[in-house]
């Protein structure tokens, strides 16, 4: 073992509405109905009843994940569920904090109430925006931070992402993008499992619920892609009801994101006038449907149907229907009986303005959790930082504050000594002469204001030198300090958003999921953003 570890980070910046939330402020966390922030110390189980949708489109990874499943859509158990879109390669690191998160929760629910409880994990697959979910970034073999993109194809643009084939241009991707990180013998296994997943002709959403399911291999959790048939035939009923109060929806969402606003936070989810919270996919790919005179605007050519036609629709073809971000969390509560559901930063936000509509279509809002938030710290980086007394926070600039720092403090005691009792000899004489000067001299002032200004700048170009030759003396450390800082906030970003689970899979092999998992799912949650769970040693969060 080589000593790698996570470690807890804080997982929103303080000043904004979901630290506000995570930090108790009675305002923000007014916008939810009472104890929907984080478990009560007393769990109590939300009421339940069988589901409308079967075990057929779910993935599960071992048999207690299908078990649990099975009493949950019986009416007989819960769900704790988190999300994503189906991302290339899997996406960042917070994907795999997020499951993890999930089947904590679910553990702790299954032990406190006795009740079957299954982690879920609802892959986004209706999701259009290929730029977003088709990139990934990592760090080259020089530690530099790198994004490798793959681009949409000519017929897939403005259609789902999720169950679009993987187009040939994949198979060279992934080649590409192995070649590039750092890959010891111990991720070997895993290599081969990405080059499996994502290969020609594979679904984008076949290839991300296989490479996340073997991350969680052994775990029970479930995942469910939102663009799957019986999914959409499920909420059928749901999106009719949604088609024929959709004014109800429109003025549920504009008082969310009002409520928002009004305490000064800027709403994540932009409410236009007039729009339904549904997608509709048709031939110039998927739109979001708006009311205008009576009609709904079908897509961007100006076509437009009748509520009744629509409806008629939803019935015989409802493959084309999908929610939108404010609805998705809705349907999930309406499709399942979900306990709980563990969120992101962005999607904190957001869920803010949603309790109206969760209220409006009459369907309980869950619990909502934060993930936990970690960073993968390497056992040379660990020494690293131990050795030059920096935290790995202060390398948010990239390690620029943390090298001014070390060279400030790797300049000879004897030169630094001899220079600050220089400096205040200067301006203890140049303050006696100015003295003189006031009283026998007054015209010569400015002059010796001049002076005075000259001396310093030389000292001050004189400490430059200084500084020159001792960032060489130390260039080795400094040149550490921002591979490091490459490391934990590679352009700038918190780790857990910008790297790819392969580069730690890549090096590490089993002994990342490992560190992973003891991390997420043994040690008791010490994470400011955990703190709401009302969970001390123990029960989940990202």
Not at 216 to 227: E, H, N, R, T, Y
Not at 273 to 296: D, N, Q, V
């Amino acid at each position: 073992m080589t000593g790698l570890h996570l470690e807890a980070e804080g997982m929103s910046r303080p000043g904004g509405l979901v630290s506000s939330i995570l930090e108790g402020d009675r305002e923000a966390l007014a916008l939810f109905p009472p104890g929907v922030v984080g478990l009560a110390d007393t769990l109590v189980a939300r009421s339940r009843s069988a589901s409308n949708l079967d075990p057929t489109p779910f993935h599960y990874t071992n048999p207690a994940a299908r078990d649990r499943l099975h009493a949950a859509l019986a009416g007989e158990g819960l769900v704790v569920t988190t999300g994503q879109q189906p991302q290339l390669f899997g996406g960042p690191l917070y994907v795999l904090y997020k499951a993890l998160s999930d089947v904590r929760c679910a553990a702790r629910i299954v032990r406190e109430l006795g009740i079957p409880c299954v982690a879920v994990f609802w892959v986004a697959a209706d999701d259009h925006d290929w730029p977003e979910v088709a990139s990934i970034g990592y760090l080259d073999r020089d530690e530099q931070f790198r994004r490798r993109r793959l681009e949409a194809p000519a017929d897939r643009v403005g259609r789902p992402v999720g169950p679009s084939p993987l187009p040939a241009e994949v198979d060279h991707l992934t080649r590409e993008f192995l070649e590039a990180i750092d890959s010891r013998e111990a991720g070997d296994r895993w290599l081969g499992v990405l080059r499996d997943q994502y290969s020609t002709g594979r679904s984008f959403t076949d290839a991300f619920i296989g490479v996340v399911s073997e991350w969680m291999k052994g775990l029970p959790i479930a995942f469910l892609s939102s663009a799957h048939p019986a999914v959409r035939a499920a909420a059928s009923p749901f999106v009719r009801r949604v088609l024929e109060q959709g004014d109800l929806a429109d003025d549920a969402l504009r008082r969310g994101t009002e409520a928002v606003t009004e305490l000064g936070y800027r709403a994540q989810l932009k409410q236009t006038p007039g729009a339904i919270p549904l997608f509709r996919e048709g031939a110039g790919g998927r739109y979001r449907l708006r009311s205008a005179s009576g009609l709904i605007q079908i897509d961007r050519d100006d076509n437009f149907k009748g509520v009744a036609e629509l409806v008629a629709e939803t019935t015989s073809d409802s493959g084309r229907f999908s929610p939108s971000a404010a609805l998705r969390p809705v349907l999930e509560s309406r499709l399942l009986p979900v306990q709980a559901t563990i969120l992101g930063p962005g999607e904190i936000a957001y869920w803010s303005q949603l309790p109206p509509l969760f209220q409006a279509l009459e369907v309980p809002m869950p619990s909502i959790l934060p993930r936990d938030s970690w960073r993968v710290v390497e056992p040379r980086t660990e020494r690293l930082l131990r050795k030059t007394g920096v935290s790995a926070d202060e390398l948010r600039d990239g390690g620029a504050a943390a090298a001014a720092g070390l060279v400030e403090r790797s300049r000879p005691r004897g030169v630094e000594e001899a220079l600050l009792r220089l400096e205040d000899r200067v301006e203890e004489e140049f303050g006696a002469l100015e003295s003189t000067i006031v009283s026998d001299l007054p015209g010569l002032r400015s002059a010796v204001g001049k002076s005075r200004s000259q001396t310093f700048s030389a000292l001050a170009a004189l400490r430059r030198t200084l500084d020159s030759v001792t960032r060489e003396r130390e260039e080795s450390t400094l040149g550490q300090l921002r591979r490091a800082a490459a490391n934990l906030f590679p352009d700038g970003i918190p780790q857990e958003r910008a790297l790819a689970v392969w580069v730690y899979l890549a090096r590490y092999g089993d002994e990342f999921i490992d560190a992973a998992r003891s991390a997420a799912l043994e040690a008791p949650s010490e994470h400011p953003s955990s703190r709401v769970d009302g969970v001390a040693g123990g029960a989940t969060a990202e």
